[in-house]
């Protein structure tokens, strides 16, 4: 018989404050409840996430989402197995929110406490809401993040490339602040490309030259700044068909960079693992969108992997997922006393070189 195991977990790393409960029996994975109270609307007036504000906003939201969560599940906190928590990588004020409220949490229900690395979480998504088995590979494109990992165990992740600078979600997000569409920007630019020509501007498509997988956003962005720049220079400001077609262009030379460096990613997967049905999983908030999907599927297919893209809920930050990379983690034996500290950088793969670039922006992994 599987022993049951039920799991809070916590997650405050970035932008969302989230807590969540998930069990694991003989019936297989379980989410309980899913809270996550975003913060958009804080964030919107600077177009990115002020981690100033971040931080308070978690330290005065954790309690009220982790009652929410008990709620919702219909437990107390004495009927959990453990309290996991994001703690790291991510920004230093909301990690330490997180893990303080989580310590409180132990000592007072003396329940035990497991940190857990919120790209592990990540990570290991698939596993909870679709049972995939050890190895697979999945490409993490996020707002703060872009890599591939071949995932051999809970604990175990090889990344096979990585951005150098910045992530796609990133310069999503500045596109949309240029041309004045909002934030966050990654749904709102992919709406206004529906009406553009992704052939007008021709963007770079950056390392495609250079073999490997690892990747680079931030000349793009600048790209795209150049050629609304020339626009405004010859006619004094961007029409609504010009912004159409800037988006459009943008999105095609993300999508064509990211399905060449995964047909590179699952090759290289392929030739580690050998594995017999491979799986080709994404996760992040990129991964909504609906050209870069249907790329990755066609790169999937043509690579002779399976594509699992887990329900977008759980494939944006939550605390499921944390909860599930804690239970993993505590079925193995692993927990955490109260010296858990907050790491704001913590590579899933340590033996992995650290990528350039990666000291700027603290929240790189
Ligand atoms: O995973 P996520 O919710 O948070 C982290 O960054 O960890 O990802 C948010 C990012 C933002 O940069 C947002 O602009 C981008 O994902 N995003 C998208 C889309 N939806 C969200 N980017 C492109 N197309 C989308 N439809
Ligand atoms: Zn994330």
Known sequence: ????????????????????????????????????????????????????????????????????????????LTD??????????GLIGGVLSGVMCAKGLSVGS?????????????????RMTDSVAFPYLMLLVS??????????????????????????GEAFDKTAKLLGLGYPGGPLVEQEARNGDPARFNLPRPLLDRPGQDMSFSGLKSALRRACDLIVAEKSGITKQDRADLCASFQMAVADTLAEKTRRACHVFQEMTKAQSPVLTVAGGVAANTVIRERLQQVADEAGFAYLAP???????????????????????????????ARPRWPLDQTAAPMLGSGKKGAKA
């Open 1 to 76: 018989m599987t022993k049951t195991h039920t799991v809070l977990g916590l997650e405050s790393s970035c932008d969302d404050t989230a807590a969540a409960i998930v069990r694991h029996s003989g019936h297989g994975p379980e989410i309980l409840s899913s809270v996550v109270w975003g913060q958009n609307e804080l964030h919107a007036d600077f177009g990115g996430v002020v981690p100033e504000i971040a931080a308070r906003a978690h330290a005065e939201r954790l309690d009220i989402c982790v009652e929410r969560a008990l709620q919702e599940a219909g437990l107390e």
């Open 80 to 89: 959990v197995d453990a309290i996991a928590v994001t703690s790291g990588p």
């Open 110 to 126: 003396g329940k035990p406490l497991v940190g857990v690395n919120h790209l592990a979480g990540h990570a290991l998504t698939p």
């Open 143 to 168: 707002g703060g993040h872009c890599q591939f990992l071949a995932v051999l165990g809970h604990n175990q992740f090889k990344r096979l490339g990585g951005t150098i600078d910045d992530a796609p």
């Open 311 to 341: 329900p977008l809920q759980f494939c944006t930050d939550n605390a499921a997922m944390i909860a599930w990379a804690g239970l993993e983690k505590l079925r193995d034996g692993g927990v955490d006393d109260l010296s858990l500290s």
